[in-house]
């Protein structure tokens, strides 16, 4: 039990923790024991921290740090932000531009609590999404093409956690954000 003081385990939540009712208390149980242990339990997910916290308080999840918005933001377990990656205001900008060349589309803008609405700001993450897996697919390319210096772009079909699947989401977030570079940083 002693190399398991030095162990983390890193979770997404959406369709990881959660996939149905019963799975997620089976899986706070061990979380819990997981912790009590000595081990330390990190969540990383593409959710907002509203939205994370709202889950860990409905099912008591107990965690180390949450790794929020795709990995743009670290939080500890008081719920201090301890990292940020933002998208600056010009690239912002920019993305918005190209994005209101599209139809079918619905953009949500996000800061390190929840969406947003835009005032010229720094983002933690811009999500799109519709119901046209192909228009997906070409904004992920054509903006992973535009700004890859930048941003990174990547589709998800968050309509297989639901019972709705008739839409795919893009989330942009800063290059040096995302869930992987997150937990390098950790």
């Not at 990292?83 to 209101?100: F, G, P, Q, R, V």
């Not at 697919?137 to 990174?152: A, G, L, P, R, V």
């Amino acid at each position: 039990m002693n190399n398991l003081k030095k162990q983390i385990v890193f979770s997404d939540y959406d369709g990881t923790i959660y996939i149905t009712e019963e799975n997620m208390l089976t899986n706070v149980k061990s979380i819990k024991e997981y912790r009590n242990s000595g081990g330390k339990f990190v969540i990383v997910t593409g959710r907002s921290k509203t939205s994370v916290s709202n889950v860990i308080k409905q099912y008591n999840i107990p965690y180390d740090y949450i790794i929020s918005n795709n990995g743009a933001v670290i939080y500890n377990s008081d719920m201090q932000k301890i990292y940020e990656e933002s998208i600056s205001i010009d690239i912002s900008n920019k993305i918005i531009e190209y994005l209101n060349t599209k139809e079918n589309i619905e953009v949500f803008f996000y800061d390190d609590e929840d969406k947003v609405k835009y005032h010229n700001q720094k983002l933690l993450k811009l999500r799109i999404k519709t119901s046209d897996y192909k228009l997906a697919q070409n904004i992920e390319d054509e903006i992973n093409s535009m700004f890859n210096e930048y941003i990174k772009a990547h589709s998800a079909f968050p309509g297989m956690y639901y019972d709705n699947h008739d839409f795919v989401i893009v989330d942009i977030v800063s290059v040096n954000a995302g869930k992987e570079n997150a937990i390098k940083k950790y």
